[in-house]
Each structure stands twice: as C-alpha cells, then as structure tokens.
C-alpha cells in the first residue's frame, strides 16, 4: 500500500521494513549548505541540513528504511537507535506534507 498520510492517519505508522521514495510531486534544490524541499501539493517545504539532504539524496529511488538506516549509521558513525529514530520521525514529517511516498509490503 502507498500512502500520502502519516502512519497516525492511515493507521500503519512507518516501519523498518517499508519501502520509501520521493515523491515525484516534490521539488528540491541545493541552496549553498542547505536543501530545501518544496511539496506544491502541502504548500509546505522544509529547509534540510546536511545530514537530512543526505537522505533525501538516498531517496531519489525506492529504498527499504531498515537498508537505509544501517547505511546512514555507517556513514555517520552513530549508534543505530539514534540513527533509526531520527529517521523515522523525518520520513513521518516528509510523509505528512506529501514529499515522499511508503510501501507498506505484506
């Protein structure tokens, strides 16, 4: 299933094993050190540090949370708890406001 809404609206709130993508929907821009996102259907955007257009980059194509979060832990050199819930609750904002859509596999 893919959604538009937050896990809270749709009942599935984002798990280690969905899948993520962007939204073709959203627009993004490099701006010197920040990333901004633009959802035109929200009318909301989001300006991203480093780290956050990090991941937005990883979610160019299809992209499993779990595979995501064991990369960006490796990368950043964090400890994987911190790493997961940093990124569930970015992905559940971006969810929120229509920039990035999840798959929900039975």
Do not use: K
Request: net charge negative; with cysteine.
């Amino acid at each position: 299933m893919t959604t538009g809404a937050t896990g809270a609206e749709n009942g599935m709130a984002i798990t280690l094993e969905a899948t993520v993508v962007r939204s073709p929907a959203a627009l993004s821009a490099d701006l010197g050190e920040e990333t901004v996102v633009l959802s035109v259907e929200a009318e909301r955007y989001f300006g991203m540090d480093a780290i956050a257009a990090d991941i937005w980059t990883r979610i160019a194509a299809p992209c499993r949370v779990a595979d995501l979060c064991a990369a960006l832990a490796a990368a950043y050199d964090a400890p994987p708890a911190t790493i997961q819930a940093d990124v569930l609750t970015l992905l559940e904002s971006l969810v929120q406001y229509r920039m990035v859509t999840v798959t929900h596999d039975p």
